[in-house]
C-alpha cells in the first residue's frame, strides 16, 4: 500500500529536549516536504526536499533541521523544542513536487512544556 | 505567507444539498489543487487543476478555475455526512518549488 508514515503520532516533550520526527515513504517519490498546522494559521511549509542530499526552507524553517541521506525518508529534527512548536506537524511526498497529488502522512501531534 | 484564502471559513449543509467553497489567491499560479482533512489527520488529494484549464470533474466533485479573478471553487453535489470534514486548496507558483495551502472552509454534513 502507497503510503507516508510518521512516527510518532504523539509526543509531549520539555524544553530543550532534542527530539526527531521520522517521515518515510514508499513510493519512490522525489519531492518531500514537512508541515505544521496550527489554528486559523492553516498549513506552513517548514523545509522540504526535491531529491537526496537537497534541501530548501519553506515559510517557517525557524527553529527545526532536516536530512534527506535517503530517497524514502525525511525526518525533521527540533534540536532545541520551544512551546512555540507546538503544532501538528505533517509530512507530505509527490512524484515530482509540483504539478503532482501530494501524499500525507497522518500527523505527529507535538506539545512542548 | 498565504497564497490561498477559502470563503466560507464554516458551512454547514444537510445530507443531500450542495455545498460550494471558494479560495482566492494572490499570484499567478501554475496549479491549484484541493485537498480534504478529516478532523486531525492527514490530507487527502481530491482534484488539481492547472492554470490552462477552466474546468474539472471528479465523481460528485466539480472545480473550476478563473485565472483573471484569481479564484477557484470546489462544489461537492449530493453531499454526504461523510464529506463533513475541512477543504483547503493549495497553489504552486512554478517559480518557488512549494506548495501553499489556504487556511480551509470547515464543511459540516448533518442528517
Known amino acids: 500500500e502507497a503510503q507516508v508514515t510518521q512516527n510518532p503520532r504523539y509526543l509531549i516533550t520539555v524544553t530543550g529536549k532534542k527530539l526527531t520526527v521520522t517521515c518515510s515513504q514508499n513510493?519512490?517519490?522525489?519531492?518531500m516536504s514537512w508541515y505544521r498546522q496550527d489554528p486559523g494559521l492553516g498549513l506552513r511549509q517548514i523545509y522540504y526536499?526535491?531529491?537526496?542530499?537537497?534541501?530548501d526552507k519553506g515559510d517557517v524553517p525557524e527553529g527545526y533541521k532536516v536530512s534527506r541521506k535517503e530517497k524514502r525518508n525525511f525526518p525533521l529534527i527540533l534540536e532545541s523544542p520551544s512551546p512555540n512548536q507546538t503544532s501538528l506537524y505533517f509530512c507530505?511526498?509527490?512524484?515530482?513536487?509540483?504539478?503532482?497529488?501530494?501524499?500525507f502522512g497522518q500527523g505527529t501531534r507535538l506539545t512542548v512544556v | 505567507s498565504q497564497q490561498g484564502e477559502e470563503d466560507p471559513q464554516a458551512l454547514s449543509i444537510q445530507e443531500g444539498e450542495n455545498a460550494t467553497m471558494n479560495c482566492s489567491y494572490k499570484t499567478s499560479i501554475n496549479n491549484l489543487q484541493w485537498y480534504r482533512q478529516n478532523s486531525g489527520r492527514g490530507l487527502v488529494h481530491l482534484i488539481l487543476i492547472r492554470s490552462n484549464e477552466r474546468e474539472k470533474h471528479s465523481g460528485r466533485l466539480r472545480v473550476t478555475l478563473d485565472t483573471s479573478k484569481k479564484s477557484s471553487s470546489l462544489l461537492i453535489t449530493a453531499s454526504r455526512a461523510a464529506d463533513t470534514a475541512s477543504y483547503f486548496c493549495a497553489t504552486d507558483t512554478g517559480t518557488a518549488s512549494k506548495l501553499t495551502f489556504g487556511t480551509g472552509t470547515r464543511l459540516q454534513v448533518t442528517l
Open positions: 507530505a511526498s509527490s512524484l515530482q513536487g509540483l504539478g503532482t497529488e501530494a501524499f
Open positions: 513510493m519512490n517519490h522525489e519531492y
Open positions: 526536499s526535491m531529491n537526496v542530499e537537497v534541501t
